[in-house]
């Protein structure tokens, strides 16, 4: 049985995958919107990521006899300066997210709940390569420059090919 207080936990941590997915919809929308479609295709890939990460966690809570709640979503921001700016947004969203993983992760130890922790070892990996993603294309930007066109064009091909 899952403990009430890890239930809540990941039931917290399910919706916020879910705001996740959402949040990086609304940043597919916005490259669409601006021609970048290798960008929002990357996006888009990263909204189907945060559905399948909240689809484990609403799995693993019912495996455990626990209650899924869904909760509202909060409209995201829809609007950025340039693709840098998304790709911040987006570095901070998954730090955020990493904090998140990171207290179930001691809740679950502190609860002497095994089987979750070894559950969320998958996510506190996950986010390694989530963070280091996003830093890697922040980075590209920086060093291409985000008025040169022609090398965000390049990019734009680059993230365009994720499969």
Avoid: C
Avoid at 96 to 114: G, P, W
Avoid at 123 to 142: A, L, Y
């Amino acid at each position: 049985m899952l403990n009430k207080k890890l239930e809540k936990a990941l039931n917290e941590q399910l919706n916020m995958e879910l705001q996740s997915a959402y949040i990086y919809q609304s940043m597919a929308a916005y490259f669409e919107g601006t021609n970048f479609k290798g960008f929002a295709k990357w996006m888009d890939l990263q909204t189907q990521e945060e559905q399948e990460h909240a689809r484990k966690i609403y799995d693993y809570i019912f495996s455990k006899g626990g209650t899924v709640t869904l909760a509202a979503i909060e409209a995201p921001k829809s609007s950025w300066k340039n693709a840098e700016e998304v790709f911040k947004d987006s570095l901070a969203h998954e730090q955020a997210v990493t904090k998140s993983i990171d207290k179930i992760y001691a809740l679950a130890r502190k609860e002497n709940d095994y089987a979750t922790e070894i559950f969320l070892q998958w996510f506190v990996t996950e986010q390694i390569e989530e963070e280091e993603n996003v830093t890697e294309i922040i980075d590209k930007i920086k060093l291409l420059g985000v008025t040169n066109s022609a090398s965000m064009y390049l990019l734009d091909k680059e993230l365009g090919a994720r499969s």
